[in-house]
């Protein structure tokens, strides 16, 4: 009995199995993507948006391989501050041993919070162990009085009173209490992202750790930043 065309039957089911799993998963996401963002006050739109990478190109998370847009996306007043909250994409491109083409799908969540006053440029994400390699070699990082927060967090600033200003010790406590997530600062807005999808609730964490963040600026960085508007 030939069995090629039962395994090749039985292939494409599996194949077309998936692709409906996926669509289903996807399906169920943006539902209770909506549905969150109706519970935040926010408007949802589930189409893919290509221009985020252009809006903040200082967000070097955004600005990662091809075809990039966000989607799922999630926009309004949260706490009186405009904020996005979305699932973004983009491509990668490599060759196999073979001498082939493959192409890689990326995805991850991120929120973006607007602040009323001017910012510097500051990032800030958990320290990973090629971190430690470069520090080993004196390629350091930002350091503060908290040895746990050095440990645990990456911080670089091409002002680094900035930093520091920033990063007081009631924010490092905050900080090293609240949920991790990579943080990136440009003029107007603070970026909060992490490797992979979030779960709704996650979003909301997200938009509270940079909630507090900014409502933890010191009155002097707000005077001085307020000051230098033109």
């Known amino acids: ?40 006050g926010l408007a949802f739109a589930p189409d893919n948006v290509g221009d985020l990478d252009g809006r903040f190109p200082s967000f070097a998370c955004l600005q990662e391989g091809r075809n990039r847009y966000a989607y799922n996306l999630a926009s309004g007043l949260w706490h009186e501050r ?14 196999n041993s073979k001498g ?3 192409t890689t799908h990326w995805h991850f969540s991120a929120v973006i919070v607007h602040s009323e006053v001017p ?7 958990p320290e990973g162990f090629f971190d430690k390699v470069k520090s080993f070699f004196g390629f350091e990082d930002i350091n503060f009085e908290s040895a746990e927060f050095s440990r645990k967090f990456f911080v670089q600033a091409p002002d680094r009173k900035w930093a520091y200003d920033v990063l007081h010790q009631r924010a490092l406590e905050f900080l090293l209490v609240s949920p991790v997530f990579s943080l990136a600062f440009d003029a107007r807005a ?21 909630r507090g963040l900014l409502d933890q600026l010191p009155a002097y960085v707000l005077k001085e930043q307020k000051g230098g508007v033109s």
């Not at 292939?11 to 399906?27: K, P």
């Not at 910012?119 to 994400?125: D, G, Q, S, V, Y």
């Not at 970026?191 to 509270?208: D, K, V």
Request: net charge neutral.
């Open 100 to 102: 082939e083409s493959e």
């Open 1 to 40: 009995m030939n069995m090629l065309p039962i395994i090749i039957v039985c292939g494409i089911l599996l194949v077309a199995g998936i692709v409906i799993y996926s669509r289903m998963q996807a399906q169920a996401r943006r539902q209770a993507l909506a549905e969150w963002a109706a519970q935040q």
């Open 119 to 125: 910012l510097k440029p500051l990032l800030i994400r």
């Open 190 to 210: 603070v970026i909060a992202w992490r490797g992979a999808t979030c779960q709704p609730a996650e979003f909301t964490q997200a938009l509270t750790v940079v």
């Open 82 to 95: 405009h904020v996005l909250a979305f699932d973004y994409h983009y491509e990668t491109h490599s060759t």
